[in-house]
């Protein structure tokens, strides 16, 4: 039984590796290839292929996009998607129902593996995405656990707004208090979370995955 691919890539010579790769095996076929979201919307209403190889960072629409976008319309082919590693995209593909994650990084054997496995019925998620993936779950969740034990809702909102590089006068504004109390607050989420100063706030978000 041959396998019918749309192959999706925004890279021109990826999409040509992804291509010449899989006409060596007997039972590929690629019948299109796209190199942005829309294009691979296209593609799989078109040919109707039985699995979306689907870039995770693509113009237009983006793979999560793109796979959202399958599940609204009623799209049946399975979706194999590439990624260099982007862990909230990586957990929202897997929340989407996608068949397989391949590492761009990875031998490209496994990429045709990969198809294969999904073809059959299969779910091929690589283990080093996956925990990458949990692990980022586990930290967001961590800080959002410290944060919503030892800040108010109120501090919380400042702490995102600073770490997104708002001035205190800019969140005063923001929130209609004055600049003395959005500084006060500050001051309060610096003592709470046992940070000092803007700087090691960022990187308590950031450690967190709440930036």
Known sequence: MT??????DDHPIVLDGLANLFAQERDFAVVASARNGDEALQAVRQFAPDILVLDLRMPKKDGIAVLGEMRRIGLTAKVVLLTAMDNEDVLDAIKLGVNGIVMKDMALRLLVECVRTVHGGGRWIEKSAANR??????????????????????????????ADGMPSKHVAGRLAITEGTAKLHLHHIYSKLNVHGRV????FMQRHGLD
Not at 141 to 160: H, V
Not at 200 to 203: K, Q, V, Y
């Open 133 to 162: 993936a949990i692990d980022s779950l586990l930290r967001r969740e961590s800080g959002m656990r410290t944060m919503a034990k030892n800040l108010t809702p109120r501090e919380a909102q400042i702490a995102r707004m600073v």
């Open 200 to 203: 090691a706030l960022l990187r």
């Open 3 to 8: 396998i019918r691919l749309v192959i999706a």
